[in-house]
C-alpha cells in the first residue's frame, strides 16, 4: 500500500506537487497519469526518498521511505533507467547491487531469468538499447522480491513486443498480490494495462478512480463493433435508439457501452466477430481531463525547464535540448493516431 497525505512540493516559486492525497492499493496495476510537467516524478522521487517534501507525506507500507529498515525488499522502482554504470555488465550492476542489500546472489540470477536478460548478462550496460536498459531497470527493482513497485514511465522507448511484456509482468506481479504503480503520460497504452487511475495535473488530482469508472464518467463509452452483417446490426441498433457511425471497413461505431450490444446482438442472434471499446474516446477524455493542466503549463514555460530527458508522444525519449517539451505538451494529433490503431480495445 502507498498512501500520500496532502503531499506537496515547491520549487522556488513552482508548486510541482499541491496538496495531493490518494492511495495505491495491493493486488491492483493503479496507473499514474498526467501530462508532461504534471508533477509525476516529483512525487515518485519523494515517494522514494529521493527529494524531500515541502508538506504532507507519502508512506509505503506504513512507514516513509526514510525510515523503511529493508528499502529495497519493501518497494521496487524504476525511476532512471539509464542510471547504470554504462562500463559494467548487467550481471555485475545486479550482483553489486544485491550484495549491498544483503541479498543473495541466487536471486540475481531469478531477475535475469525473469526480464529476459540471460542472453545479454555478460554485456556492458553501456551497449544496452533503451528496451533492454528497461529491462535491466525491472530487474534491479524485482531484486529485493518487494510487495510494491513503482515503475516511472515503463514503457517508454519500448517496441511492441517490450509495451506486451511489460503489459504481462505488472499483471502478474499485481495477480501475486503486490502494489504496482505505474506512471505514464500515454493513455491509451495505460488503459490497457491498469486497474485503477490517479490522475493529476497541474501537481493536483484531477482523478483517483477505477479504470471502469473513469471510462464510464469522462469517455464517451463509444465502441466499435465488427459484423458480416453491418445492416442487421444497424438496425438492431437504430431500433435501440442507438446512434450509429459506418467505417469504411465495414464495422460500425455504437454510442454505448461492450454490456449494450452484447445483450442486443444475442438477443436478435447478430453474429458479431469483435467489439472494442473506442480508447480513442479515452485518449480524448484524458486530453480533456488535463486540458487546463497542459495550457497553464504552456502560458508558463520560460525557459526554467530541468534538463533531463524530454517524453515524446510516440512513447520515445530523446535528450532535451530547445524547449522542446511544451510541443509534446500540446493534445497533440500524434497522440490520437496511436490510440486509433485497431486492436487497442479496453478490457
Ligand atoms: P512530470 O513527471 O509529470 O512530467 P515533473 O514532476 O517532472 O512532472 O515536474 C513538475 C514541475 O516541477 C515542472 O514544472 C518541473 O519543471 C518542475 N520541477 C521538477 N523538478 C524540479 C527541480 N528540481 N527544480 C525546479 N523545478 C522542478
Excluded at 446490426?233 to 465495414?250: C, E, F, N, Q, S
Excluded at 444475442?266 to 481531463?289: C, D, G, I, K, Q
Amino acid at each position: 500500500m502507498i498512501e500520500a497525505t496532502e503531499l506537496t512540493k515547491r520549487y522556488g516559486g513552482t508548486t510541482a506537487v499541491d496538496g495531493l492525497t490518494f492511495r495505491v492499493r495491493p493486488g491492483l496495476v493503479t496507473g499514474f497519469l498526467g501530462p508532461n510537467g504534471a508533477g509525476k516524478t516529483t512525487t515518485l522521487r519523494m515517494m522514494l526518498g529521493l527529494d524531500r517534501p515541502t508538506a504532507g507525506e507519502v508512506r509505503i507500507d506504513g512507514a516513509p521511505y526514510r525510515r523503511l529498515r529493508d528499502p529495497l525488499r519493501t518497494v521496487g522502482a524504476l525511476l532512471d533507467a539509464g542510471a547504470v554504470h554504462p562500463g559494467r555488465t548487467a550481471l555485475n550492476h545486479l550482483r553489486c547491487l544485491a550484495r549491498s542489500n544483503r541479498i543473495p546472489v541466487r536471486r540475481v540470477h531469478e531477475v535475469i531469468e525473469l526480464t529476459g536478460l540471460s542472453g545479454v548478462a555478460d554485456r556492458r550496460a553501456g551497449t544496452f538499447s533503451l528496451g533492454m536498459g528497461q529491462r535491466l531497470g525491472i530487474a534491479a527493482a524485482l531484486l529485493g522480491d518487494p510487495a510494491v513497485l513503482v515503475l516511472d514511465e515503463p514503457v517508454n522507448g519500448l517496441d511492441p513486443e517490450g509495451v506486451r511484456w511489460i503489459r504481462n509482468l505488472v499483471r502478474d506481479l499485481a495477480s501475486q498480490g503486490r502494489t504496482v504503480l505505474m506512471s505514464s503520460h500515454l493513455m491509451g497504452e495505460t488503459a490497457l494495462t491498469v486497474d485503477r487511475l490517479v490522475v493529476i495535473g497541474r501537481g493536483r488530482l484531477l482523478a483517483d478512480t477505477t479504470m471502469a469508472e473513469f471510462v464510464d464518467r469522462y469517455a464517451d463509452a463509444g465502441v466499435r463493433v465488427r459484423t458480416p452483417e453491418p445492416r442487421r446490426l444497424r438496425a438492431v441498433l437504430d431500433g435501440a435508439g442507438i446512434a450509429v457511425t459506418d467505417h469504411a471497413d465495414g464495422s460500425l461505431s455504437a454510442a454505448t457501452g461492450p454490456e449494450r450490444i452484447g445483450e442486443l446482438v444475442a438477443a436478435h442472434a447478430v453474429p458479431v466477430h469483435e467489439v472494442t471499446r473506442n480508447t480513442a474516446s479515452l485518449e480524448e477524455a484524458f486530453m480533456r481531463l488535463t486540458a487546463d493542466a497542459v495550457e497553464y503549463r504552456a502560458e508558463r514555460r520560460g525557459g526554467t525547464e530541468r534538463p533531463g530527458k524530454t517524453k515524446q508522444p510516440g512513447g520515445a525519449e530523446r535528450p532535451a535540448a530547445a524547449g522542446r517539451r511544451g510541443e509534446a505538451e500540446r493534445p497533440a494529433a500524434g497522440r490520437r493516431g496511436e490510440a486509433d490503431q485497431p486492436g487497442r480495445g479496453v478490457r
